[in-house]
T-cell receptor
Framework: AQKVTQAQTEISVVEKEDVTLDCVYE???????LFWYKQPPSGELVFLIR??????QNEISGRYSWNFQKSTSSFNFTITASQVVDSAVYFC?????????????FGAGTRLFVKA | DTGVSQDPRHKITKRGQNVTFRCDPI?????LYWYRQTLGQGPEFLTY????????KSRLLSDRFSAERPKGSFSTLEIQRTEQGDSAMYLC????????????FGNGTRLTVT
């Protein structure tokens, strides 16, 4: 069964702190894709990063970095030197082949507050 | 590329009425998805299309919900005999027809059932 768990409901940090958002997934497929999306207060979900199940190489993009570990079924997201503009809800998502297409499900999200 | 467009932005209806929402995906995107989001929750999968074919509908979805994508372009989501529990944000997303394509979301339609 597909499942995405984001155990952290809310995180509050002070600007310039580093913060890690956790994501644990469940799947029976060997081929799948993982994503992180950001939903700012304006409401529209925005894609941040994707990973396929065969690529465990971690990635860094500016202040963002991602740690994918198949052994623990985790795909964690770290923001370094957080800024107030990072305040948003962050969703982890899992995409698997279903019925000729790809179905994506989301975790419940982690709300990040970055205080000045 | 004007992005994913949803109409209306807000809909207030009385319990028992039918409502229909429209989604216009990004023009070259073959896949179209409908999700529902309530306060404090992640998007909940409702259904998705590849071109005009509806590939899956959530088992959580009652028969009061139906979606169409008649020509593989825009899509409509209809809710019949609305209930207060249907109040939510209804999100539409589209993507290219490749396995790792991310979803591009619209701004959503907020439904309030009174």
């Amino acid at each position: 069964a597909q499942k995405v768990t984001q155990a952290q409901t809310e995180i509050s940090v002070v600007e310039k702190e580093d913060v890690t958002l956790d994501c644990v997934y469940e799947t029976r497929d060997t081929t799948y894709y993982l994503f992180w999306y950001k939903q700012p207060p304006s409401g529209e979900l925005v894609f941040l990063i994707r990973r396929n199940s065969f690529d465990e190489q971690n990635e860094i993009s500016g202040r963002y970095s991602w740690n994918f570990q198949k052994s623990t079924s985790s795909f964690n997201f770290t923001i370094t030197a957080s800024q107030v503009v990072d305040s948003a809800v962050y969703f982890c998502a899992l995409s698997e082949a279903r019925n000729g297409g790809f179905k994506t499900i989301f975790g419940a999200g982690t709300r990040l507050f970055v205080k000045a | 590329d004007t992005g994913v467009s949803q109409d209306p932005r807000h809909k207030i209806t009385k319990r028992g009425q039918n409502v229909t929402f429209r989604c216009d995906p990004i023009s070259e995107h073959n896949r179209l998805y409908w999700y529902r989001q309530t306060l404090g929750q992640g998007p909940e999968f409702l259904t998705y299309f590849q071109n005009e074919a509806q590939l899956e509908k959530s088992r959580l979805l009652s028969d009061r919900f139906s979606a169409e994508r008649p020509k593989g372009s825009f899509s409509t989501l209809e809710i019949q005999r609305t209930e207060q529990g249907d109040s939510a944000m209804y999100l539409c997303a589209s993507s290219l027809n490749s396995n790792n394509s991310p979803l591009h979301f619209g701004n959503g339609t907020r439904l309030t059932v009174t």
